[in-house]
């Protein structure tokens, strides 16, 4: 079932908010709102050090008014960048380190209620230090080495006592262990 032709109702450099004409279950015909970036796809990087460690951001979002624990992150915002060097250039940007490997994980929808977003999500192993990070421009971020054995535990505790996690975090960790377990697997022969 296809709906009616996005007309835009607002649109700003980084997004625009379309609305669509649509028939609801009762035959009504109705509008929908959604945001869409220039490019749907996002990279968000679980990196981890040779001795074990996560580069974590503490970032400050402006529309919470907060700081939020989550994974290195960007768009795809330059023409015939891969998704893969998109992650690598971010995690370099965001965190100071670069990637010896980049492994994807899945392609995902964040929020399709909402948005056309998907969200790509990498592991990127053999970090080697390469600068400060804390991001580019507008961005405001805290790096913290949290051991990979302990970071679940770090993110519920923040969560406890008041800090606002990423709920993708926890998903993203899923995957990499997963990852790890199978690559772990096959480098045993199994």
């Excluded at 939020?68 to 971010?90: F, N």
Aim: charged content about 25%; hydrophobic content about 40%; overall charge negative.
């Amino acid at each position: 079932m296809q709906d009616s032709t996005p007309q835009v109702v607002w649109e700003s450099p980084w997004i625009r908010v379309e609305e669509r004409q649509f028939n609801g279950r009762d035959g009504q015909q109705r509008a929908y709102y959604s945001v869409h970036r220039p490019n749907p796809h996002t990279v968000h990087m679980l990196g981890i050090t040779p001795d074990g460690m996560v580069p974590l951001l503490r970032q400050w979002r402006v529309p919470l008014q907060d700081w939020v624990w989550e994974l290195p992150a960007g768009v795809c915002d330059i023409d015939g960048e891969k998704p893969e060097d998109t992650a690598a250039r971010e995690l370099i940007e965001e965190t100071g380190w670069s990637p010896g490997e980049v492994i994807h994980l899945l392609t995902a929808t964040v929020s399709p209620g909402l948005t056309d977003e998907l969200y790509n999500a990498y592991l990127c192993l053999n970090l080697e230090r390469v600068g400060d990070g804390g991001g580019v421009g507008n961005e405001r971020i805290d790096v913290r080495l949290v051991p990979f054995p302990q970071l679940l535990m770090f993110l519920l505790e923040a969560a406890r006592v008041g800090d606002l996690v990423d709920a993708k975090i926890f998903a993203h960790i899923t995957l990499a262990l997963g990852k790890l377990d199978d690559m772990t697997r096959r480098s045993d022969g199994g």
